[in-house]
């Protein structure tokens, strides 16, 4: 097993066109950073790329390697564009075809009547996958090894990942802290770094905003060790009080 | 020269923890792929990734071979975490230090006694590089080769993009057409795939939709080519009536 599979990270793929056209927003990355969050697993690295099979064979077999685990959204519907399921078999070099239990579940949705050829289509996967049950709309996700295959669309998605936390064995979950404060970045950037340097399992980032009119800067704390926040968090509210920067959350 | 190079398409390299983390929904994806449509210059891939050295120096390096326009956001601000211009400075083996023109823009836009440490920072980056003008907020981005750097403050990054029309030499203005019916996709898959089929510079997404408490699906066709394009839309259109589908936009 590679060594950096220890590591509890994932990426995410989002197999879509319409995201890379700007056509869509994207939501589903979000939705589950914060879900990993709490199980404790770290998003490392998101790519999106466009719906053609090299380059989802290419990227999910580059990725799954290096991380723990690899979350795929979009193609997994009826149409032509949706060739997720069968790229990822071949990715595997595993049969592709009806899924036994997927056809099951989608013929007792649909009803047999009803149950056309686009509807099959769902169906169609890696036929020894493992499936991810789909509460509101029926055509289940599925994973292989450690590469899981969820739908594009977010409240589908966002449906799908109560089911699955049983699959992931996260670790410490990943705390944050977040302090905002009337100020620009370059009047605090060495005080900042200051405390950084003092606590190098904290990540301190630093984001400018423009709220309502007013100037000002975030800065989050993360971290699996509360103490090391609460610590670091103190630490930087000190200076912003001594500097008399007026702090407008913490 | 990469044969690839030739094909006029692009990257983005997100270069943010607090994307990855959840904690930021980007919207820089959608801005900049929109510009690259009018342009001529198709998105090909996305990445995001951590703020750390070796991830920006090795996405950065692997992917401007590949693309013929890479843009990175983020980092290139006054706090620690802001490391993106040092790491394309090593990226291309290039000297980093204080750009002289970026530096005398900054002194200006600041004022000789409130140009701090921080602030002098963001005049630091590959001392050969071009400038691209900031018309926001002062501190610019640059660009080496095909490689652009732009803030990743949303509002900021597309004041800066009309200045780099000029930069960005792009091929056919990519067109699309949308429309949307009142259908699920299972019903209309067969007939769009005979679609696409016919039309191979074309490419056809079909994307659910729920709106409004209607579901839906979104069929949009991309191309640079109108007539294309509009004979696709017209079969589209066909068979939905065909089907006695209810249109909802065309």
Redesign the interface.
Known sequence: MNKTKEKVNAAIV?IG???????????N??????W??DLGV??????????TED?IINTVNELRKIFKYLFTTGGI?????DITSKSIAKAFNMEYGYHAEAYKILEKYYGKDKF????K??AMMPTKASLILNPSSGAPGFNVDNVFCLPG?P?ILKSMLGGLNNKIKGGKK?L?K?ISAQTV??????A??QV??KFKKV??????F?RQGKIGVSF?I?STEKKQIDYCHKQIVNFLKEKKIQIIER
Chains 1, 2 share one sequence.
């Open positions: 989002i066109n319409e995201i890379l056209s700007g056509r869509t927003q994207d939501v990355v979000v939705t589950i950073s914060k990993l969050n770290k998003l490392e690295e998101v790519r999106v790329i466009p719906d380059s519907g009826p149409t032509h564009d056309n050829t686009g509807r289509k769902m669309v409240s990943i944050n977040t970045e370059s009047e605090i950037a060495k900042l770094e950084q340097n990540e301190i980032g630093s984001y400018p423009f989050v993360r």
